[in-house]
């Protein structure tokens, strides 16, 4: 009796058991494992790999390549939600306010956000051809532009970027927010429609505070998608042209893997994560709290 | 009034369905143009000569057949692992009460944020020491370690919305711990089951910085790291490229239509519970 009744307190565990296997050995362990790659100058070239304490985050820190980086992995990441997050708005109240084409609007918008990264970023490099891509060729057709554009050129490649993974991303949003105002209860718009409520004065009185919450869980998610997206940057520029689209992932996979400076690229990515720590903490201690009840 | 409002509708209708159809369609249409056709001036909207050419190409002259092969053994390990470990973890977390919960969970929580480059270098080191970096085996458990702990805490929410009451019963039935899990609790949460495994499948379909790090065999390529190799020195081969676009695309395209109805249900879940 007091086996089985000891056994049944390791039960619980006994489940986590697969879990936390592959938790430690493949999440945590590399996780130590980058701290001290980064604590070294770890270069493949080199055999000897001195520590050298925090010499990589200094030399980073100080580069005026990593500002650039910075800078640049900031505009993508905010105006990419907040465009995301308008069109995604956007789209939400129109489709809705429909009834016959609902169904068919939510398949349709959701067909990006199913499509493999790397297959959008070549669908749209293929149509952003400078010479013979499509997007030029509507826009000669409709007198928009005489001259050809460099879309993925060292001026435009962050915007044209920035646009596509819009494109990409913004159904997440769409599907969040339609699914939270599809739970706003009709007598509330009924009687403000009663009372003679404008369409705006509907939206923003109603509409927009209930989805508050899911605006701000949905913002911190698609944050940290979007900082960390990789897949379309490396498949259309690598970062370039001249590292006009040199995000923080993008980066510090090239310190690694063609540069082959792991010591640098592992502080880069710690970087990274305490930047990704900040910008969620007071997400997490949200999350924290409502298990905790 | 109501006539302008009607067109306006129709209009933006037609706005939404062509910014997200024609790239679709264009990405198609190059597909089955011949050669010549593609690079055309003016572009033709509708090919004059439909051709099957260019996957002929994909399928018979290049490795996209092994690289297909490769993403689906990938894909299916890695949704199978991920939804096992899950269920188990998630129904440890929902059905009792024990010491270190809350450090697990914030654990789950904290992995969800790790950006994939804190993991790149050492997992290759680790792989590499391992001599296992061109197995599908490290690919596989790679996807899983980071898709886990996002699968681990969405079910975690599901298995909470079945009633405990079920359980109960289910164990003055005389049935076990693990009876009432595969029994009660799977096939109850069914639809967040199916959420969840579509959500890993469609990420791990398309997981692309993993494979083209550990892999280097042709063998062993994977379809995301293995489509550019009609992008070559000599050029770019704008149609087979297209044709293995759609060969990618096909596949979670039509999980996604099987399943779309469940997909988002999962999803948004927590969008609406609130």
């Given at each position: 009796m007091t086996d089985k009744r000891l056994l049944r307190k390791f039960v619980p565990y006994l489940y986590l058991l697969p879990s936390l296997a592959v938790i430690v050995s493949l999440l945590a362990y590399p996780l130590f494992y980058n701290l001290y790659v980064s604590l070294h100058r770890w270069?493949?070239?080199?055999p000897d790999k001195p520590f050298i304490g925090l010499a990589n985050f200094k030399d980073i820190l100080t580069d005026d390549i990593f500002k650039h980086v910075l800078l640049t992995t900031i505009i993508w990441t905010v105006c990419g939600v907040i465009l995301q997050m308008a069109a995604g708005l956007l789209s939400a109240l129109f489709v809705d306010e429909r009834r016959r084409s609902k169904g068919v609007l939510r398949s349709v918008l959701l067909l990006p956000w199913v499509l493999p990264g790397v297959v959008t970023a070549l669908m749209w490099s293929w149509m952003l051809q400078s010479d013979m891509g499509i997007v030029n060729d509507i826009l000669r057709y409709l007198h928009l532009i005489d001259k050809d554009i460099s879309w993925l050129g060292p001026d435009m490649a962050l915007g044209t970027l920035i646009f596509v993974n819009t494109w990409k991303a913004f159904p997440f949003w769409f599907l969040m927010l339609l699914a939270a105002l599809q739970d706003i209860p009709d007598d509330q718009l009924e009687a403000a429609r009663i009372d003679g409520a404008r369409w705006f004065s509907i939206v923003r009185y109603i509409k927009v505070p209930h989805l508050t919450p899911i605006i701000g869980a949905t913002g911190v998610i698609t944050t940290i998608w979007t900082l960390n997206y990789f897949d379309l940057i490396w498949v259309t520029t690598k970062g370039g042209p001249m590292d006009a689209t040199s995000t923080l992932p993008i980066y510090t996979y090239r310190l690694a893997f063609?540069?082959?400076d792991f010591g640098k690229s592992s502080a880069m990515a710690l970087i990274s994560l305490v930047i990704i720590g900040i910008i969620c903490s007071p997400y997490m201690r949200a999350m924290l709290r409502s298990v905790k009840e | 009034m109501k006539a302008i409002k009607n067109i306006w509708n129709t209009v933006i209708i037609a706005g939404i369905m062509v910014i997200i159809l024609f790239p679709l369609y264009w990405l198609f249409v190059t597909s089955v143009k011949k050669s010549d056709e593609i690079f055309?001036?003016?572009?033709?909207?509708?090919?004059?000569i439909f051709t099957f050419e260019h996957y002929k190409a994909v399928f018979q002259g290049s490795a996209i057949p092994t690289y297909f092969l490769n993403s689906v053994i990938n894909t299916a390990g890695t949704v199978l692992i991920v939804l096992v470990i899950a269920s188990f973890a998630a129904y440890s977390m929902t059905r009792y009460a024990f010491k270190g919960k809350l450090v697990y969970f914030t654990v789950i929580l904290f992995a969800q944020i790790m950006p994939l480059t804190t993991l790149i270098v050492p997992l290759y080191v680790m792989w590499g020491k391992l001599n296992m970096l061109n197995t599908h085996a490290s690919i596989i458990l790679t996807n899983c370690a980071i898709l886990l702990p996002m699968a681990i805490w969405l079910l975690t929410g599901y298995f909470k919305s079945v009633p405990k009451d079920i359980d109960e019963a289910a164990k003055i039935d005389g049935s076990s711990s693990l009876g009432i899990l595969f029994r009660m609790v799977l096939p109850l949460a069914r639809s967040g089951l199916v959420a969840v495994g579509l959500t890993v499948c469609i990420t791990a379909w398309q997981e692309m910085m993993i494979a083209m790090t550990f892999i280097n065999s042709d063998q062993m390529r994977t379809l995301p790291a293995g489509i550019?190799?009609?992008?070559?020195k000599s050029g770019i081969q704008w149609g087979p490229l297209n044709a293995a676009g759609i060969v990618t695309t096909l596949p979670v395209l039509l999980v996604f239509v099987i399943f779309q109805k469940a997909l988002v249900k999962g999803l948004t879940a927590g969008a609406t519970k609130g």
């Open positions: 270069q493949l070239s080199k063609e540069f082959f | 055309r001036d003016p572009a033709t909207l509708i090919p004059n550019n190799t009609f992008i070559t």
